[in-house]
């Protein structure tokens, strides 16, 4: 998974130099990385923000982004302005494997607030039709979301969220988001699951996987020992049938 943070380009750049890897490796992108828009629009201007976001495009890919996100602007649609967005984000991903594309939980959380559920059929729709990706969610609230999911009658999501041992980040309760878990068919990538490291890594994916429907793990690495320690954990439990 990577984010549209700036070092995300260094990462995919330097995955493109090996055709093996390019090609069979699959990016699961985090959009949007709102922090870098605030910031960039603050040192840089609008203006150099747009022009660096949309550098990798080619002329009639910029031209398009720039007039749909334009006419959206005008016309107070905000789901021309939210292609233009998931547009420009992915960029960067437009020549990697992309299953799955994520909506980061800044605006999940922001639509579920607001029971907006035109966003998320639009979201879902235009991810399919345009990337032939599967469309997923972040979120931090994770029994409204698929609550809201299942009274809108939307099909089963698959949805990123905190699960750990100590229900830390688990809103509204860890309680409530195991049993909502038992109760919805719902695909999980699970996130902060050693709790901003206070639970041991073995402890914590013997809790994790022995929920239900909890498929897939996101997890941070700083070396190659860690990141191979912790992957052959987790394969100890899932086997290889990490998405």
């Not at 809108?152 to 049993?179: H, T």
């Not at 999980?188 to 639970?199: D, R």
Request: net charge positive.
């Amino acid at each position: 998974m990577l984010s549209t943070h700036p070092k995300s380009r260094e990462i995919l750049a330097a995955i493109s130099t090996k055709p093996e890897l390019s090609n069979n490796i699959n990016i699961y992108p985090l959009i949007p990385y709102a922090q870098g828009y605030i910031r960039k629009a603050n040192e840089q201007g609008l203006v150099t923000m747009i022009t660096d976001s949309l550098s990798s495009a080619n002329t009639s890919k910029k031209f398009k982004i720039l007039f749909k996100g334009g006419m959206g602007y005008l016309k107070k649609d905000h789901t021309d302005i939210l292609s233009t967005m998931i547009d420009l984000e992915l960029l960067p991903f437009n020549k990697f494997n992309t299953r799955s594309i994520f909506l980061h939980n800044i605006l999940t959380d922001l639509a579920l607030a607001f029971k907006a559920q035109n966003i998320f059929e639009f979201y879902i729709d235009y991810i399919k039709e345009n990337y032939n990706a599967t469309p997923a969610f972040g979120t931090v609230n994770f029994v409204k979301l698929v609550e809201a999911f299942e009274e809108w009658g939307l099909p089963k999501p698959l949805v990123m969220s905190s699960f750990n041992k100590i229900g830390f980040q688990m809103n509204p309760s860890k309680a409530a988001c195991e049993e909502c878990l038992k109760n919805y068919k719902v695909d999980v990538l699970a996130m902060s699951t050693l709790a901003s490291g206070y639970i041991p890594p073995k402890e914590a994916y013997e809790y994790l996987f022995s929920l239900p429907n909890i498929k897939s793990v996101v997890v941070g690495v700083s070396t190659k020992e860690h990141a191979r320690e912790t992957i052959n954990l987790i394969h100890s439990h899932l086997g290889n049938g990490l998405i």
